[in-house]
């Protein structure tokens, strides 16, 4: 049975290595030595494997330099693979569970899209945009349009009808929002009816 504490020389026996290798280690701070002067083997063992120094004998200050770097550099590398962009990396559970956690976030999603409580925002910003050119063009040629006609009224009245005419059957071509500046409801219907799931696809999903 290998004694718990060994002189230097025996150190050196047990370890395969020889003397001089054990006084560089020692010098080194990779040995834990009693009161004694005795060599805690376990301790030692232990601390040497620590710092990445298996049985392997070396012969000089620079290959106890050699492998004391080596095995920093293999710790400062591994630290490097658990990080990424500063952030470490999750564990193979952690990942599964934001996985299962997006996927039912997608699967909600395209359950809320069949059922037309969400729509593309893309479709609905494209629909808008082209509403509103046309209604400005529209506003633009009011002007040009009811000129002739305003030149034979003689009331304010007359003139603020022909022109509050005009101006309503520009804004309604914005057919996106309808009633929504009253009726919030309203407004999800119409959004819902235009560019929700058809009729043939609520029957699809539904089945």
């Known amino acids: 049975m290998l004694p718990d504490y060994l002189n230097q020389a025996g150190y050196a026996a047990h370890r395969d ?3 001089k290798t054990v006084t560089l280690w020692k010098q080194r701070g990779l040995l834990v030595i009693t009161g004694q002067g ?3 083997v376990a301790a030692s063992d232990k ?4 710092h990445g120094i298996k049985s392997s004998a070396v012969t000089s200050e620079d290959d106890v330099t050699s492998q004391v770097t080596d095995a920093v550099d293999i710790r400062e590398e591994a630290a490097r693979l658990v990080s990424a962009d500063g952030e470490e990396l999750w564990s193979k559970a952690d990942a599964e569970k934001v996985k299962e956690n997006y ?3 997608l ?3 395209e359950y809320d899209r069949q059922s037309g409580a969400v729509v593309a925002i893309d479709d609905v910003v494209v629909a808008v945009a082209a509403e509103y050119a046309v209604v400005r063009n529209r506003l633009l040629g009011i002007g040009a349009k009811i000129a002739p006609d305003l030149t034979t009224l003689q009331s304010a009245e007359e003139i603020k009808a022909i022109i509050d005419a005009e101006v309503t059957e520009a804004l309604n071509q914005l057919t996106v929002d309808v009633d929504g500046e009253r009726d919030f409801d309203k407004l ?3 959004i819902q009816g235009r560019f929700g799931p058809s009729a043939e696809e609520d029957v699809a999903s539904a089945q």
Do not use: P, T
């Open 47 to 50: 601390l040497l494997l620590e």
């Open 17 to 19: 290595v020889s003397r």
């Open 38 to 40: 005795l060599v805690d």
């Open 103 to 105: 996927a039912a976030r």
């Open 188 to 190: 999800r219907e119409s």
């Open 107 to 109: 699967k909600q999603l």
